[in-house]
T-cell receptor, first 113, second 120 residues
Framework: NAGVTQTPKFRVLKTGQSMTLLCAQDMNHEYMYWYRQDPGMGLRLIHYSVGEGTTAKGEVPDGYNVSRLKKQNFLLGLESAAPSQTSVYFC????????????FGPGTRLTVT | AQTVTQSQPEMSVQEAETVTLSCTYDTSESDYYLFWYKQPPSRQMILVIRQEAYKQQNATENRFSVNFQKAAKSFSLKISDSQLGDAAMYFCAYRSDRGDYGGSQGNLIFGKGTKLSVKP
């Protein structure tokens, strides 16, 4: 049981390049989330999904797109990376029938130059 | 909208001593959950403790306990017998309990964090 995994762990992009971050969970959780963490800030919600085929915007969605084609995977895409998207990205999942916690992945450090 | 405030950017404690980290929040809701997460240098987010707003009793997990003051909207974390491994960023987080059909979908709202150093 690997929990929540994220690929890649580190990435450096040039401005204007695109990339996709992959989040996978093996706990059969319905809900999945993408957060970003910037220095001096807590985690802020980018997008989330309440089930396969569904996505919704969070607090800071601009410049990102997401897809949830399979229940266990939640992809975060950057179509044209900008330096402002330099951050650490966390994925999390949660069982909505459970009353408590989200389970977090180890994070992806992305630098856009 | 709900907000979470951690007014102490950094704290320091001597090994084996006790330290309290502060958190206040703002909400108009009556049902919610509060959490403390620990983030060591490895970046992994680790749940330390959780508190349901409807429970008057303060949550305790081994050396970690909270002081939950619902009327004051305060949720502080006390770490007793501090250990070197406690050194980390600590985040306070809020989650609505309007239910998964009430629009919140379990999203966490985080404070900006408190960096805790432990001196040997």
């Amino acid at each position: 049981n690997a929990g929540v995994t994220q690929t890649p762990k580190f990435r450096v992009l040039k401005t204007g390049q695109s990339m996709t971050l992959l989040c996978a969970q093996d706990m059969n959780h319905e809900y999945m989330y993408w957060y970003r963490q910037d220095p001096g800030m807590g985690l802020r919600l980018i997008h989330y999904s309440v089930g396969e085929g569904t996505t919704a915007k969070g607090e800071v969605p601009d410049g990102y797109n997401v897809s949830r084609l399979k229940k266990q995977n939640f992809l975060l895409g950057l179509e044209s990376a900008a330096p402002s998207q330099t951050s650490v990205y966390f994925c999390a999942s949660r069982d909505p029938t459970g009353r408590y916690e989200q389970y977090f992945g180890p994070g992806t450090r992305l630098t856009v130059t | 909208a709900q907000t979470v405030t951690q007014s102490q950017p950094e704290m320091s404690v001597q090994e084996a001593e006790t330290v309290t980290l502060s958190c206040t929040y703002d909400t108009s809701e009556s049902d919610y959950y509060l959490f403390w997460y620990k983030q060591p240098p490895s970046r992994q987010m680790i749940l330390v403790i959780r508190q349901e707003a409807y429970k008057q009793q303060n949550a305790t997990e081994n050396r970690f306990s909270v002081n939950f003051q619902k009327a004051a909207k305060s949720f502080s974390l006390k770490i007793s017998d501090s250990q070197l491994g406690d050194a980390a960023m600590y985040f306070c987080a809020y989650r609505s309990d309007r239910g998964d059909y009430g629009g919140s979908q379990g999203n966490l709202i985080f404070g900006k964090g408190t960096k805790l150093s432990v001196k040997p």
